[in-house]
């Protein structure tokens, strides 16, 4: 890895960004690596992080999971976990012990066990020459709650029209349900103390829950959620396409949890997603774990107003 600094110290947040990832606090942000990072996840103190090295949706499969060892506040050591993924790949967390890569452009779900062996499952039947139609979800963020499992379908809005919709799944990824949100071009789940689904209604500049909240929280593009006990931190980003993202501006807001605004911190970059460095976040399945929250599905009610 090309490390800049390996010092966290005062830092709150790991953002992933195409421009590396950064460590910030609410006085302000540093660089803590080179490198087109999109996935992250906390493994108690340590940092997993999902790195694309090639464009997105070049098939090279030079994708590949890295872990910064942390102890202190400080970077101590790093390591290549698994290697030879596809660039395309979002969100990664772990549920259990087994770490899941949200391999998106492939349309696949991939769970790497401790001693890095890959089992690949296909909810949603696809090959790449539907990119664009009905087949082509996008997904592009997981989180387990119980036996179950969430996918946000992004469903490329775009392309298709189709506002993007959470997918409840088993635990061995079968498509239980699948409903329509209020927001499009979605991204990110949390899981509330209510048992509702929190998101970014990305393309509308919102957070927007399962129990029909729907908070503005920026002009721009909202990308990148942690829920902490007190704090929110959602990124924002411009409005652009793809091949021109990696050198936008872009902010991280913080909110309490009436979503009302507290500070924003100026970013060199748009988040691709961003975690509680102390794990405490909604937005982790084991945290949820943790906690024991129970998802409110029979109640979820979703509107499109």
């Given at each position: 890895m090309r490390l800049v600094?390996?010092?966290?110290?005062?830092?709150?947040?790991?953002?992933?960004?195409?421009?590396?990832?950064?460590?910030?606090?609410?006085?302000?942000?540093?660089?803590?690596?080179?490198?087109?990072?999109?996935?992250?996840t906390m493994d108690g103190s340590d940092i997993l992080a999902f790195e694309a090295c090639d464009r997105p949706r070049i098939p090279t499969r030079m994708g590949r999971i890295v872990r910064l060892r942390v102890n202190d506040a400080r970077i101590t050591d790093?390591?290549?976990?698994?290697?030879?993924?596809?660039?395309?790949?979002h969100q990664i967390d772990l549920i259990g012990d087994t770490l899941v890569v949200v391999d998106t452009y492939r349309q696949r779900i991939l769970e790497i066990a401790p001693d890095a062996t890959v089992k690949e499952f296909q909810p949603f039947p696809f090959t790449r020459e539907q990119s664009g139609t009905a087949d082509?979800?996008?997904?592009?963020?997981?989180?387990?709650?119980d036996d179950r499992r969430l996918l946000l379908l992004h469903n490329d809005f775009g392309r298709t029209g189709r506002p993007s919709e959470i997918a409840l799944l088993d635990a061995s990824w079968n498509v239980l349900e699948r409903r329509s949100m209020a927001g499009t071009g979605c991204h990110n789940l949390g899981l509330l103390e209510d048992g509702s689904i929190l998101s970014c209604g990305s393309l509308e500049g919102t957070l927007i829950s399962t129990t029909g909240m729907q908070a503005k929280v920026s002009n721009l593009m909202t990308r990148g959620l942690a829920v902490g006990q007190d704090v929110i931190a959602v990124g924002g980003s411009t409005f652009s396409e793809r091949?021109?993202?990696?050198?936008?501006?872009?902010?991280?807001?913080?909110?309490?949890?009436g979503y009302r605004p507290l500070s924003s911190l100026s970013l060199p970059a748009p988040p691709t997603e961003i975690r509680r460095l102390d794990g405490n976040d909604l937005s982790l399945s084991p945290h949820v774990a943790a906690r024991g929250l129970t998802l409110s599905w029979p109640q979820v009610t979703f509107s499109t107003a």
């Open positions: 600094t390996r010092d966290l110290n005062d830092c709150d947040y790991i953002i992933a960004t195409r421009q590396g990832l950064l460590a910030a606090g609410t006085e302000g942000w540093r660089r803590i690596a080179h490198g087109q990072y999109y996935g992250l790093t390591e290549v976990f698994v290697s030879g993924l596809d660039n395309g790949c082509y979800v996008h997904f592009n963020s997981v989180l387990a709650c091949e021109n993202r990696d050198g936008e501006p872009a902010v991280l807001h913080l909110l309490d949890r």
